[in-house]
């Protein structure tokens, strides 16, 4: 018998499972509601596309309306969904000022999330832009393209900011970033941070650390960013302090973490029958902690849309969790991470031992060899990896899924570093530094570590 | 009490052990024996050698005979082993005509492997050259450089012989490859050959494919190639046809595979007490097959000499065994490997079932997304990972090692396809590459398939 599904939301999760579920079943009834003007597009890519790197919005959309509509999916545009009622499994949404309300059979939950705002005054200044929607990328880079647009704010540096910052500078702006912490991408290990610090620098963006913004000045459009160390003379101001999950419409029925991200099981299903979530609007299992996290990033949005997908049409699915890799380009580095490092593990009530290395990422000998700096955190007694963060010019973000490889397979140090990887001179010394490193982990069977 | 070790060969194997052992035992007497003029050079640097890409030979030098004294290991060199007694733990050397005995407690052979030599009348002529040693890669590129070598022929059309005619073009000769297999590369996947032979030919080397030299002509010079087929003009030519373990000294006390590579077991022992063997010599266990396998990388040579010094010094140590993880630049091509193919899979009695996808490197939204063919080899049944192949311009090399470790964990199709892999638009599409094949695999849990 087809069923009715409904989606809300049709960016990344949403369109996964719409997709995946119509091949799977294609006489269902798919209907996906969207809030915004746009399906399926690549949110990571937008950075590139304020910068012109990605010269044309159109290469960002994956799919477009129409080919889904072809597909047979219904999509309905600027349609947001304020109530679900759960008992009689019904929504209502809100579309050019009417309620709308549809039933479903199975419902999924892809809202995603939303750039957090500052709470502070003059947030209301035009010129203070987030870049969370595709149309809110129009709107920034149809603002950055002014030629009195000269002088740009970006306030937080997380790796969105220096995302931004490297595109903007590509433009030619002055770039300052402001960030609340001590160090810039300070969830990463402070080697990381400082590498990617001293290239900022090196590029011309100006970093100002542990100031706080505590207000925006100006006639109409931002003119000065207030902090207690300075008031800051800008053209245009770029927030990028967060993301929150667009969860505020759901009542207690739905379990969540602090911050409203909607706790799933390894099927995606939520705390209420028939209600699946996905995308940056959950907290995933975390394959090594144990505990939902929140970790908003594309690939778990597509890997768990096609769960929800094959989990409705009775497939045997499941999501495998996440450990919370990462590749981020920030000028001419390359960053990485997976898993947990010291912060991290400490939050989760986990002991690991840091071993940090120096290498090349090829032959020391053949031209063009470039310095990295890798860490592996394992566990004291038994050497098995938690995790791995790493920075360098080349070969970096690609390294990285080999030992989240490892990670997720719960290889140790010396297993990994006895593995046979492959080698040749021009992309990897006969060492992998990943090895290196691993090779250099020393552990301690009879003290402390974790018996999980 | 004191030991002393005898390590037959200089090179990696050879050296990686004699360094290891001095660290672990800084008080027994090592004694290396190299037949040649140069120890611990990078073999699989010579390639780039020859073009001047590397431009000294000293940077492939990792240390030298002086750094290993001052270490306090003793290094003769041009002491060439002719004989092994087993029973009285003595060796007979050659150096300068005259013969040297000398005692061991542990006796390491490491004395690598040399280029196969074609039994064609005319081989004695000059300017017919291999690259099996450093002494050949100096006299190689010195001819080279004389400005009358312009037509170069490069017998052999495997890695070895692909790298080389990359960096004989690279200096402006004609290059000319002759294959006797249907293919280049014949031990990997035809889609490989086939992507490795159009690039061939569009950087302007001539590639003759089943094509056997029967004689090389000329007048004291090589002057000409003779196949069936055509005689070819030249005025160099290198061979490049393989490689065959030096192992023609030993008796018959030690277990070897058909082409005399000694088999060991996984701390590196030979079938003689108290005789160890690594390096390009030895037949390493294969950790997918179970059987002895003759796979001479540096990679492996290294990791081996390290684990004879700590059996030698009492820890717990264990080589993991070989996949065959390599990987290869051929002109604008990366070309890697890991595990078995159909072929190999094939003459290990092994059944596999074949994926094959293309993809791009990274995110097809951004600027330089190139693409590759990925092939992956599962069991039929279980879907259990055996082997993956990928050919392309960029994001190859360092992606097999993610497989690689896969494989060597012991992973199937499905729960790789599922693993949280990093991602970010410059480095990597949303569903890598490697996952993306992964997913296509299909599985026949009651048809076929190995029981392993």
Chains 1, 2 share one sequence.
Do not use: W
Not at 18 to 40: H, M, Q, T, W, Y
């Amino acid at each position: 018998m087809p069923l009715r599904t409904l989606i809300i939301g049709g960016v990344a999760a949403g369109m996964s499972a719409a997709s995946k579920l119509k091949r799977l079943r294609p006489n269902d009834d798919i209907v996906v509601l969207e809030k915004g003007c746009d399906v399926s597009y690549g949110a990571c890519g937008m950075p590139y596309y304020l910068s012109g790197r990605i010269p044309d919005e159109h290469k960002l959309i994956a799919r477009t309306k129409r080919e889904f509509e072809d597909a047979g999916i219904e999509v309905r545009l600027q349609h947001e969904v304020i109530d679900i009622d759960t008992e009689a499994k019904r929504v209502v949404a809100l579309t050019q000022g009417e309620r709308v309300g549809l039933c479903y059979d199975r419902l999924v939950i892809a809202t995603g999330a939303s750039p957090i705002r500052l709470p502070v005054p003059g947030r209301e200044l035009r010129g203070i832009h987030t870049l969370g929607s595709l149309e809110d990328a129009r709107g920034l880079r149809r603002a950055l393209q002014r030629s009195d647009v000269r002088h740009v704010a970006i306030v937080g540096g997380g790796y969105i900011g220096i995302e931004i910052a490297e595109n903007v500078r590509e433009m030619g702006k002055e770039v300052t970033i402001i960030e609340a912490e001590e160090r810039v991408l300070s969830t990463f290990a402070p080697f990381v941070s400082k590498a990617v610090n001293d290239t900022l620098l090196a590029h011309g963006v100006r970093v100002y650390l542990q100031e706080t913004v505590s207000a925006y000045k100006g006639v109409d459009h931002v003119k000065q960013v207030i902090s207690k160390q300075r008031s800051l003379n800008v053209d245009l101001v770029i927030e990028a302090v967060g993301i929150r999950p667009n969860t505020g419409f759901l009542d207690d029925a739905f379990d969540t973490v602090e911050n409203g991200a909607i706790i799933v099981n390894e099927t995606m299903q939520t705390s209420v029958t028939d209600v699946y979530a996905a995308g940056d609007c959950v907290a995933y299992p975390h394959k090594l902690t144990g505990t939902p996290a929140f970790v908003p990033l594309g690939t778990h949005a597509n890997k768990a849309g096609r769960v929800i997908a094959e989990h409705i049409a009775g497939l045997k699915s499941h999501f495998d969790g996440v450990i919370g890799a990462t590749m981020l380009k920030a000028f001419n580095l390359e960053v990485a991470r997976a898993g947990l490092n010291l912060d991290s593990a400490n939050k989760a009530n986990i002991t690991v031992h840091e071993t940090h290395i120096n290498a090349r990422d090829k032959s020391g000998y053949y031209p063009g060899a470039k310095p990295m700096d890798v860490a592996v955190y394992t566990d004291p007694k038994s050497g098995r990896l938690y995790g791995a963060e790493m920075v360098g010019e080349a070969g970096v973000a690609l390294r990285i899924n080999t030992i989240a490889t490892a990670i997720i397979a719960g290889m140790n140090a010396d297993a990994f570093a006895r593995a046979d990887l492959a080698y040749a001179p021009p992309f990897a010394p006969v060492y992998d530094p990943l090895q290196v490193a691993c090779m250099q982990v020393t552990t301690h069977p009879n003290k402390g570590g974790n018996d999980r």
